[in-house]
């Protein structure tokens, strides 16, 4: 059976194992070297590692492109833009993982790109951005407020038009979504996140279908010197293991305290498209398999309010980040480079494997202290 029969969830699993033989492991071993022999393919530790290969074509396998890891997801992000020449336009969304906000307007300061920001679940405002747009960069769903944009429709427009697409995948996974097969350029993750799915690494990865763009991406890795570690690599492949148990679980928790907190005197609305009432629920539908572990929420009390609850709780941890094993919750305003387009109480949620009548019992204590 080859991999290309595999569900996905099998592919989590199987995908990147070294070679049968007798007697050999079944994991891959982890090579921490920085100098080696002349006369192979690698050459020196910045060009190459068993260890980032084997979480590349695990990756890659999910994903569907050939694939390069990273030492952050930032650093993959700041590859791609990097490939983009000198007052290029890129139109991306009004609100959206920090860490790329603050890149974009950074480099747009220093004169170096121009950027069209727009709401990404409003697609005739990203459609009539595209007239001149070098790259489209998208979330979705969007972080942290769980917008979604019509994929497929805007991929197809932008490819049309001759745009470059680029899709960070981190909240949805390769499991519920795959730019990819819609036609998009790139694909990015925060490997930090869902795929090592234990908060203990930081790493990112871009996977591709353009041979010719893989190695433009490669060689800017390669001297730029962004590099993964391969302890860091293994430890990833290892958290990709569990990646489809992992999201099965969080997800369908995420989606219980979501209804659970829609009907909360205490909570102003809930983010999320699993819940039908949510108004990206049916695009999200149509061409997503699954909602993702992630939600928001928003209190009618306000910010102190929010930073009081999430500094109450017993069991959730009131940290930045999200797609691990435990939960996480926190007031993104809290913030400096968070979007002002983000209310100032909404609390974002990762949802991780707990039981989810603890995680409420949480959560309902909480709430109690704000009343």
Same mark, same amino acid.
């Given at each position: 059976?080859? @991999?290309?029969? $595999?569900?996905? @969830? +099998? $592919?989590?699993?199987?995908?990147?194992?070294? *070679?049968?033989?007798?007697?050999?492991?079944?994991?891959?071993?982890?090579?921490?070297?920085? +100098?080696?022999?002349?006369?192979?393919?690698?050459?020196?530790?910045?060009?190459?590692?068993?260890?980032?290969?084997?979480?590349?074509?695990?990756?890659?396998?999910?994903?569907?492109? /050939?694939?390069? #890891?990273?030492?952050?997801?930032?650093?993959?992000?700041?590859?791609?833009?990097?490939?983009?020449?000198?007052?290029?336009?890129?139109?991306?969304?009004?609100?959206?993982?920090?860490?790329?906000?603050?890149?974009?307007?950074?480099?747009?300061?220093?004169?170096?790109?121009?950027?069209?920001? #727009?709401?990404?679940?409003?697609?005739?405002?990203?459609?009539?951005?595209?007239?001149?747009?070098?790259?489209?960069?998208?979330?979705?769903?969007?972080?942290?407020?769980?917008?979604?944009?019509?994929?497929?429709?805007?991929?197809?427009?932008?490819?049309?038009?001759?745009?470059?697409?680029?899709?960070?995948?981190?909240?949805?996974?390769?499991?519920?979504?795959?730019? $990819?097969?819609?036609?998009?350029?790139?694909?990015?993750?925060?490997?930090?996140?869902?795929?090592?799915?234990?908060?203990?690494?930081?790493?990112?990865?871009?996977?591709?279908?353009? &041979?010719?763009?893989?190695?433009?991406?490669?060689?800017?890795?390669?001297?730029?010197?962004?590099?993964?570690?391969?302890?860091?690599?293994?430890?990833?492949?290892?958290?990709?293991?569990?990646?489809?148990?992992?999201?099965?679980?969080?997800?369908?928790?995420?989606?219980?305290?979501?209804?659970?907190?829609?009907?909360? *005197?205490?909570?102003?609305?809930?983010?999320? *498209?699993?819940?039908?009432?949510?108004?990206?629920?049916? $695009?999200? /539908?149509?061409?997503?398999?699954?909602?993702?572990?992630?939600?928001?929420?928003?209190?009618?009390?306000?910010? /102190?309010?929010?930073?009081?609850?999430?500094?109450?709780? &017993?069991?959730?941890?009131?940290?930045?980040?999200?797609?691990?094993?435990? +939960?996480?919750?926190?007031?993104?305003?809290?913030?400096?480079?968070?979007?002002?387009?983000?209310?100032?109480? &909404? !609390?974002?949620?990762?949802?991780?494997?707990?039981? !989810?009548?603890? &995680?409420?019992?949480?959560?309902?204590?909480?709430?109690?202290?704000? /009343?």
């Amino acid at each position: 059976m080859s @991999e290309k029969e $595999l569900s996905p @969830e +099998t $592919l989590v699993v199987s995908a990147g194992r070294p *070679p049968v033989e007798d007697d050999a492991g079944i994991n891959s071993a982890i090579s921490m070297n920085a +100098t080696r022999h002349a006369g192979g393919s690698i050459g020196y530790g910045r060009y190459g590692n068993e260890n980032w290969s084997a979480l590349e074509a695990a990756i890659g396998a999910l994903e569907g492109g /050939k694939t390069l #890891v990273f030492s952050s997801g930032n650093a993959a992000i700041s590859a791609v833009f990097s490939l983009l020449p000198i007052g290029s336009v890129i139109t991306a969304s009004h609100q959206g993982y920090s860490g790329v906000m603050t890149l974009l307007k950074t480099l747009e300061a220093a004169g170096r790109i121009e950027v069209r920001y #727009v709401d990404v679940s409003n697609t005739v405002e990203v459609l009539d951005a595209l007239p001149g747009t070098s790259l489209l960069w998208l979330e979705s769903p969007t972080n942290p407020m769980l917008d979604i944009a019509d994929l497929p429709t805007l991929i197809n427009a932008a490819k049309k038009a001759g745009v470059g697409v680029g899709i960070d995948n981190t909240f949805a996974t390769p499991l519920n979504q795959n730019p $990819l097969s819609m036609g998009a350029d790139i694909v990015m993750h925060s490997v930090t996140k869902f795929i090592s799915g234990h908060s203990d690494i930081l790493m990112g990865s871009l996977s591709t279908n353009d &041979l010719a763009l893989f190695a433009r991406l490669e060689e800017v890795r390669k001297f730029n010197g962004a590099i993964a570690g391969p302890f860091e690599s293994w430890l990833a492949l290892r958290g990709l293991r569990t990646l489809a148990v992992r999201l099965e679980r969080g997800q369908s928790s995420a989606l219980e305290l979501a209804k659970r907190l829609s009907v909360h *005197p205490a909570v102003y609305r809930v983010h999320y *498209p699993g819940l039908v009432s949510d108004p990206h629920h049916n $695009l999200a /539908k149509s061409f997503m398999k699954g909602f993702g572990a992630v939600f928001s929420f928003e209190l009618h009390a306000g910010a /102190k309010a929010a930073d009081t609850l999430c500094s109450s709780s &017993l069991l959730i941890s009131n940290a930045t980040s999200l797609g691990g094993v435990e +939960t996480l919750w926190e007031r993104r305003r809290r913030w400096s480079g968070e979007s002002s387009s983000v209310p100032e109480s &909404l !609390i974002r949620v990762s949802v991780g494997c707990e039981n !989810i009548e603890d &995680l409420w019992a949480d959560i309902d204590q909480g709430l109690k202290r704000i /009343k």
